[in-house]
Nanobody
C-alpha cells in the first residue's frame, strides 16, 4: 500500500485545515487507517484512527477530541482528517498510516504497516 498525504500548511490559531491521505496498491477497505503526528523534538503520537469498514467508529487522542474529525471514503481510497479550532500545540508533521490494528492496539504506531511521507502543519499563535 502506498500512501500520499496532503493538505498541510500554515494557519492561524483557531483556524482549520483538512488533511487527505490517498492510498493505492492494495485493497483499501481491508485496512485500518490512522493519523499520527510528530512535533519537533518529540516522539510520534497518535491522533486518530478508523477501522477497516466504512462507517467504522473513529478513535481520537484526548488532545484532539471535539476538534478533529476523521472519515474515510473507500470508493475514493482516501481518508480525511478535518482539523478545526487548531492550536499552536497541534504544530507537527502529520503522517497517515495503514494497518490492521485491533481495539487494544489502534493507538500504537507499531500496529500500522504502511506510512505516508508526512505533511507539515504549522499553527501560529
Amino acid at each position: 500500500v502506498q500512501l500520499q498525504a496532503s493538505g498541510g500548511g500554515l494557519v492561524q490559531a483557531g483556524g482549520s485545515l483538512r488533511l487527505s491521505c490517498a492510498a493505492s496498491g492494495d485493497t483499501f477497505s481491508s485496512y485500518g487507517l490512522g493519523w499520527f503526528r510528530q512535533a519537533l523534538g518529540k516522539e510520534r503520537e497518535f491522533v486518530a484512527s478508523i477501522r477497516m469498514r466504512s462507517g467504522g467508529i473513529p478513535y481520537y487522542a484526548d488532545s484532539v477530541k471535539g476538534r478533529f474529525t476523521l472519515s474515510r471514503d473507500n470508493a475514493k481510497n482516501t481518508v480525511y482528517l478535518q482539523m478545526n479550532s487548531l492550536k499552536a500545540e497541534d504544530t507537527a508533521v502529520y503522517y497517515c498510516a495503514a494497518g490492521r490494528p485491533i481495539t487494544s492496539t489502534i493507538m500504537k504506531s507499531s500496529a500500522y504497516y504502511y506510512w505516508g511521507q508526512g505533511t507539515q502543519v504549522t499553527v501560529s499563535s
